[in-house]
């Protein structure tokens, strides 16, 4: 017997964004098939031309973090990476840190590995139950030895947007820096001035920057020297034994995935011609109307505040008599629709929200989503009520 599945229609972006812009997948699959060299190692043209895609990439992540140095910009295999890096080279024995409950695991994980062993202490102050941080209870939580502040820009979990130029303020006043994961952010929302607010910003390429996995973005503020997590070769003062000294050579060691920054180029390209403005109203304006319309069945609690104009584009409800899993299960069988249950990588938010127990349905909408993609959630939810 022949089965018809119901059509794919793919609502979990703020994992990983699907489909990407055909550009995107053009360019990844050209490097990989008529390039192959490394950059930065060699004259040949093929590695010339990997090291133009390298710098090209550069140039746009810089553009797209407000105009800051390009030199200043790293390219990490990814966020999770990069926040590591972040926080394992900038933190010394002694130091304290103030983070957030709408943050992801990324940041809190290794936090929580350094106050295992008796490195840092760490504050963690609680969000709403919308996910949101009151800027105050990062003033209230400082002490004299706190170095940084960690904050997820907009919790993957409720959307929520934090008011970072706030907390950033609150960090500078009392010299301290702050570190921002703009996961969940960088390529929807708005970003003028944000960059200028933190002094470290990591984001991943395969969320919303549209691009494939492998790569990530890590900007440094200037003046502010990380110890390197990982040495080895760098294609530059390949005599020494020591790692150069420029911040570039130190945050990249070994080959660069070629084919993910010729993705993540062809992204960035992609987003500035398209108007990340504008893309994220129309992804924000779908969230928005999924929220409201799940609101309205009995039975459906939509969490947090995914119906606020500035939220990122993400929905997270539970329905009464359901795990979280059995609704993600059941979404898929009976309309195709694909969405992210359980706990989304944030292991303290849930406390805050009331969703200790399985966690949550999310659901997040990109930018070839479509009113259609709604209609058949908010159908497919009706009928398990």
Known sequence: MTVTLPVRRYLDNAAAS???PPEVDAAWEQAGRTNGAAAGRAGYREAVAADAIRQRCRAAAARLLGGVDPERVAFPAGATLGLNMAIHGLLVAGDHVIATAADHNATLRPLHWLVSRGVITVTVVPCDAMGRVDPAAVADAWQPTTRLVTCSHASNVTGAVQDIEAIGRIAHDRGGLFLLDAAQSLGQLPWTGSAGTADIVVVPAHKWLLAPSGAGILWVRQGIDLVPLVQGGTGSASDSLSMPDRFIDQMEPGTPDLPALAGLLAALLWLENHSIDTIGRRCRELAATTAAALTDIQGVRVIGNSAHAIAAPIVSFTVEGYDPAEVSALLEQLAGVQVRSGFHCAACVHAQLG??????????????????????????????R
């Open 18 to 20: 699907w489909p990407k």
């Open 355 to 384: 969703t200790q127990v399985g966690g949550t349905v999310r659901a997040s909408f990109g930018p070839f989503n479509t009113s259609g993609d709604v209609e058949a959630l908010v159908a497919a939810v009706q009928k398990l």
